[in-house]
């Protein structure tokens, strides 16, 4: 039996309580493969002796590491685009138009690397220029559970190769700056209305405050119903009376009628809050 296999079930336990992301049976080659440098480095024998040493770790430095390597950070910029187009299309036209204004704030969960909230502000800014004035002191709150993807995205700088993943030419130009060593940087106007935070999905959302629209995108997926349902209803207390809930293409809210209102947009669908 390797060493991953032996405690496999205790370190799924560990996994899903710590991060909520449920491994499942026969994944036994993915955690090999992304765990295979803390296994070496901790001299930890097997999955079962890795658990022992996070849970002797008081400071969760190894933890947190873990959780990091298990921690899928897939992305593009403007992915999926429907949710963009629905963004600058309907939502902040919408915003725009009230007649009472509160400074707009928007969520984006589990925001990986930035590509995600970057690309909203980037929505934002060219909806501003449009309607010079419509929008004042609004933020995009960025989480993750991923300090290191955090650290990524705060430095707000990427390769060549990472900014092919969706971006233009013309988007390139405008909204980066080119650095010394090669890689690019986001411009201040954009980055100035993101702030990233540390968050696990399974925790309180109550120090985030409220928003307008919740960005929930491509993360479901890896939690459990009774998880997934959990996030739902608290993400629903972090809404504004009316707000809207957007979810990726492959992922849905299903049960919750009593919370969300489903809003078809042709192509795409939202959730408003009830």
């Not at 004042?136 to 430095?155: P, V, Y």
């Not at 996030?231 to 629903?236: A, E, F």
Request: charged share 25%; with cysteine; proline share 3%.
């Amino acid at each position: 039996m390797s060493a991953v296999s032996k405690g496999y079930e205790e370190f799924s336990q560990f996994l899903e309580k710590h991060s909520g992301i449920a491994l499942g049976p026969n994944k036994q080659y993915l955690v090999s493969s992304r765990l295979r440098t803390i296994l070496k480095d901790t001299q930890a024998e097997t999955l079962a002796d890795l658990v022992k040493l996070i849970e002797r770790d008081v400071r969760g430095g190894l933890r947190a590491q873990v959780v990091d390597a298990m921690t899928t950070n897939e992305t593009l910029w403007f992915r999926d685009m429907h949710p963009f187009d629905i963004l600058r299309n309907k939502l902040l036209p919408e915003y725009a138009a009230e007649k009472v204004k509160q400074p707009l704030r928007i969520w984006s969960a589990a925001c990986s690397t930035g590509q995600e909230p970057y690309s909203i502000s980037m929505i934002m800014e060219e909806f501003k220029r449009t309607r010079p004035g419509v929008f004042q002191g609004e933020k995009i709150i960025a989480t993750d559970i991923s300090t290191r993807a955090l650290g990524d995205a705060k430095a707000g700088e990427y390769a060549m190769l990472a900014l092919g993943r969706g971006l233009d030419t013309a988007q390139l130009k405008q909204y980066f700056d080119q650095t010394a060593d090669g890689r690019w940087r986001i411009k201040p106007n954009i980055s100035s209305r993101v702030e990233f935070r540390i968050l696990n999905l399974l925790e309180s959302y109550s120090m985030l405050g409220q928003f307008q629209i919740i960005f929930c995108r491509n993360v479901l997926i890896y939690f459990t119903t009774e998880l997934k349902m959990q996030i739902l209803k608290k993400m629903h207390q972090a809404l504004r009376p009316g707000g809207y809930l957007i979810v990726g293409a492959s992922e849905a809210v299903n049960g919750l009628n009593d919370y969300y209102e489903m809003v078809h947009c042709r192509p795409g669908i939202i959730y408003r809050k009830k």
